[in-house]
């Protein structure tokens, strides 16, 4: 139950009293003297405040012992505030106008405090319950969304590590086709060069000439894939952070936020482009910090670079060919390259997704 309902039950309790005594005005008073005073005890107020009106009813029920009527529902109201010493003046109080004089009064105002004292400790059990009850929940519930967060990390950790093998296993199949595959092709066309040279047949002349297109067409196909294997094989985080990494002229932060699969034009623009950035700042900012944002979009692939250097001056020292390779790469992609010297260099580029508006 609610600390409203219960005290309205001891309310009503204290009510049969008027079976007991005559209803006069002075009862009426009590009553509303009393209901004001449950209502403020209820508000939140501080406790000072609170053993102030204790003080006040105490001193009250002393002039007027009727107050003591209601003392059931004000000790409930004193043992919720933790104001068991106020209870005691009360029960004393209760004991010194009722006991020998009106033994019935008596009899029912000690049943009524101790209704008071059982509720109040099941009201204080029911909240310390409560509150253990809501501790256990958040506790359970801020596990499941740490074991959430591991379990994403540990997926996004395995993905990684999945496209990174993969990465590499492009990379050993490139080099085996390198340097097997295309060796001995590389042999076979050498030696089918050294046979035009020695054939005296003319019937063989056209066998060999086909063959050896043949082998410059597997040649050529060989190259291509090698080259496509390359090029999907570059962890494109990875040389990133290899390249910031290498920079030694002031800190530089940067933010990865792309998906596995990004198409190669985009990989080698991009490098290509922080690259000369990175060369930019080092050799015509005072820079001591420099933030490089790559991040994948719905639409787009983004990417920021911007340092805290010198700003105008600096933006005349960089209207070179960097500055031209950079806008010819974005334009190749279909992209737009903004710069801005405000507050340092600032290149924002956004290059949008093919099929994509």
Not at 158 to 180: G, M, V
Not at 262 to 274: D, G
Not at 280 to 288: G, Q
């Amino acid at each position: 139950m609610s600390l409203v309902v219960e005290q309205g039950i001891l309310v009503l309790y204290s009510f049969v009293m008027i079976l007991l005594i005559p209803v006069d005005t002075m009862f009426v008073v009590t009553f509303l003297i009393t209901v004001i005073y449950i209502c403020v005890e209820n508000m939140e107020i501080s406790e000072r405040n609170v053993k102030v009106m204790m003080t006040l009813f105490l001193s009250v029920s002393v002039i007027c012992p009727k107050f003591l009527i209601f003392a059931p529902v004000v000790l409930f109201d004193m043992l919720e505030k933790g104001q068991s010493k106020a209870g005691i003046i009360l029960g004393i109080l209760c004991a010194y106008f009722y006991i020998g004089r009106e033994q019935r009064m008596f009899i029912f105002l000690v049943f009524g405090c101790v209704a008071a004292g059982v509720l109040s400790y099941r009201s204080r059990q029911y909240i310390r319950l409560s509150g253990e009850y809501c501790k256990m929940r958040d506790d359970s519930m801020e596990r499941n969304l740490m074991l959430k967060e591991k379990n994403q990390s540990l997926l996004k950790n395995q993905d990684y590590e999945i496209y990174t093998a993969t990465l590499k296993e492009r990379n050993r199949i490139a080099r085996e086709i390198h340097d097997n595959v295309g060796h001995m092709l590389s042999r076979a066309i050498l030696m089918v060069g050294a046979m035009k040279t020695v054939n005296r047949e003319k019937s063989m002349e056209a066998a060999l000439e086909q063959l050896e297109d043949t082998l410059h067409t597997a040649m050529t196909n060989v190259r291509e894939s090698v080259h496509d294997l390359h090029d999907d094989s570059v962890n494109l985080q990875e040389v990133l952070k290899s390249l910031v990494e290498a920079n030694t002229f002031c800190p530089v932060h940067l933010i990865y936020d792309m998906g596995y699969i990004v198409p190669k034009e985009v990989k080698y623009s991009f490098i290509a482009i922080v690259k000369e950035a990175l060369n930019n700042i080092a050799k015509h900012s005072e820079a001591d910090r420099a933030d490089i944002v790559v991040r994948e979009h719905p639409g787009l692939y983004q990417l920021i670079i911007e340092d805290n250097g010198r700003g105008e001056q600096k933006q005349q020292g960089r209207k070179g060919i960097g500055i031209r390779n950079m806008k010819d790469r974005v334009s190749a992609l279909g992209g737009r390259i903004q710069i801005t010297s405000e507050k340092g260099f600032r290149i924002y580029i956004t290059v949008p997704k093919k099929g994509e508006g």
